[in-house]
């Protein structure tokens, strides 16, 4: 029975550093492709009248895709600082993991936030580019507002885990 307790320990903190990774990636995936549906289905709607708009909503559509890049980038530094890639060995206490599974955290729940909403967004846009093509660059920086809470999301997580000592 010590031997199985001794076992969990020693596995418990990278088994959370995973899940921590996990979750950035899966969930801030999720928005960002819940995102992009949202957006998808006005500009299929934009195109079916005029196939020349596809140039204007690929860059709208392609907003909402960031966040899921941003958990992609919290997960692969959680995974590095603990020697999960291939690194040295890192011994990770419980407390350490969990620091990093919460460290995730906040790119995790923004991301998929923010990813949906921009979509959103960029859906509104790219309704207003099919009426004026000339307006693309406020439909960008509308949808781009947004964004911003994502990046604040992946500056916290990074920041949470860079105050993470192994």
């Given amino acids: 029975m010590e031997t199985i307790l001794e076992t969990m320990a020693t596995q418990l903190g990278p088994m959370l550093v995973i899940l921590g ?4 990636v899966g969930i801030a995936g999720t928005g960002s492709a819940m995102g992009i549906a949202i957006a998808n289905e006005a500009a299929a709607g934009v195109m079916t009248e005029d196939p020349d708009k596809f140039g204007y909503c690929l860059v709208l559509l392609a907003l909402p895709g960031i966040q899921g890049i941003y958990g992609l980038l919290v997960a ?3 995974l590095q600082k603990a020697g999960l890639l291939g690194g ?17 955290l906040p790119i995790t729940i923004v991301g998929y936030y923010s990813a949906i909403w921009q979509g959103k967004s960029s859906a509104a ?12 660059g406020k439909a960008v ?26």
């Fill in 76 to 78: 692969v530094l959680a």
């Fill in 141 to 166: 920086i509308l949808p781009a507002m947004c964004e911003t809470y994502a990046v604040f999301g992946l500056l916290v997580s990074i920041l949470m885990l860079n105050g993470i000592s192994f």
């Fill in 88 to 104: 040295a060995a890192v011994a990770i206490t419980l407390w350490q993991g969990l620091g990093v599974l919460f460290a995730c």
């Fill in 21 to 24: 990774a996990a979750l950035a």
């Fill in 125 to 136: 846009t790219i309704l207003m580019i099919s009426k004026r093509p000339e307006q693309i």
